[in-house]
């Protein structure tokens, strides 16, 4: 079988970065945007040392020994597919088999950045308040004996504190997890972890790590054994693990490093001084569009993100949601053109390549909808506009946890609250109509409101009777 074939000669290569969390989406974003700066004599010396803390991580160890780094990209669009090798991986730790070549890495002079996708429940951050969950088994851990550590924040810790000791300048940490602010949520697992046993150290990086802001887009499915063969069938490679996603990509970020970064710009990223922007556009506009997509969709039951997408009815609704009642709360984005910004997502929605089910859209919607929708909705309240369709968003949502679609098939309802809003649920289909949005820790206190209330109701009532398409065709009328 053939082996993959690397793109350039990689001898000469440097690990600049050391990186945690390497997977799927890594793989199809920044190691593809260094990729394109070695392939253009640029980042020779910012090559990527991945590196995983978590069990599941040996497998990824195996696939990149066996592949000396190399995997494919593929990325695929309405009937069209091209493929690259990528190179910038120089090599991968598998923390638990040797923990201390992963802080040597992280203490070399060459490495300057530690960059994170760790997930969001990586950061172990306590979503009400916002902080570092000092009391998690794994941080108290990790603080009994911070010299061998076991996770992320544990080893940055541990790594920063060699630095210091040594007279070394600390690397910036560059977190690129789809959370609002990941610099300043990488910040807070950082420093809180430093403060449990070293206060001192904790003050240190506070004063002098930087943590960049950056907004991060591209939609990257598990791969599939269908991928496998696909790299099989059509580039003769023999991969065991290739990543296939959408050719739209997306880099925004905040230029804040403290001992330099690679020409980033050059590969198309877009370094900025304030990220907000664009990260208020993504998620009010993509993330809440998803939302919508999920949950209309699967009360007529539809499976897929691109069938909903170009379902003309929920097309119709989320264009007119968008344009109506999300763009007129975002700041001007610099650069970006937003009705074309929304075309480009139904150009990515629509994608039947990827293959994208609404049952992952709608995971965990009780974290989802307050970032995504309901802060607009109280946005929209402070101004006076009106919360007509997004009061249907959050009916359809409410609808959903009902459990039953419209042609009596099963919603399967996949939410960490699912223990506190089944019941709301149960007791909204008995008629209590504001059972649902009455969950303060969604909703906050919008059920006191009496127009959201009354456009809730109302939606919630007609979806219940006449079903989505004809509820959109009111709303839309
Ligand atoms: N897949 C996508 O379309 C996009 C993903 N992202 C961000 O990237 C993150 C990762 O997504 P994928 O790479 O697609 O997922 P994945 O499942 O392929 O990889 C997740 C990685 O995170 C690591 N990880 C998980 N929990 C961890 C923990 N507690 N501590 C340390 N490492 C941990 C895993 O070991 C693995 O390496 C997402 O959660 C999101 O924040 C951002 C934009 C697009
Ligand atoms: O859903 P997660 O794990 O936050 O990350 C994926 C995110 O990125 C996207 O795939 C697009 O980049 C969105 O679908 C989603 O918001």
Known sequence: MASLTAPYDRNSLIPGIVHFGLGNFHRAHQAMFIDRLIRMGKAQDWAILGVGVMPGDSRMRDVMQEQDGLYTLVLKSHGKAEHLVIGSIAGFLFAPDDPEAVLTAMTADTTRIVSLT?????????????????DSPAAVRDAEDPAHPTTTFGYIVEALRRRRAAGQ????????DNLQGNGKIAHEAVVAQARITDPELAEWIDANVSFPNSMVDRITPVTTEDDIQFVRDNYGGDDAWPVTCEPFEQWVLEDKFTLGRPPLEDAGVQVVEDVVPYELMKLRL??????????????????????????????AFVRAYLEREAIPTLKP????????????????FTNEAIKDTLARLAQDASDRMPKFVISTLRDNIAAGRSVQLGAALCAAWALGMEGVAEDGSKIAVDDQLSDELLPLAAQQKQGQQTAVISNQRVFGTL??????????????????EHGARETIKVLLA
């Open 118 to 134: 760790v997930t969001e429940g990586g950061y172990n951050i306590d979503d009400a308040l916002g902080t570092f969950k000092v």
């Open 169 to 176: 300048k600390p690397f910036t940490v560059m977190s690129c």
């Open 286 to 315: 993509l993330n809440a569009s998803h939302q919508a997509l999920a949950h209309l969709g699967r009360l007529i039951p539809l499976e897929f993100a691109d069938q909903a997408a170009a379902d003309p009815d929920i097309q």
């Open 333 to 348: 984005v610099p650069g970006i053109d937003l009705p074309d910004y929304v075309d480009t997502l139904f150009e990515r």
């Open 447 to 464: 059920a006191d409101d009496a127009t959201f209330v009354e456009n809730f109701r109302r939606s919630l009532e007609s979806l219940r």
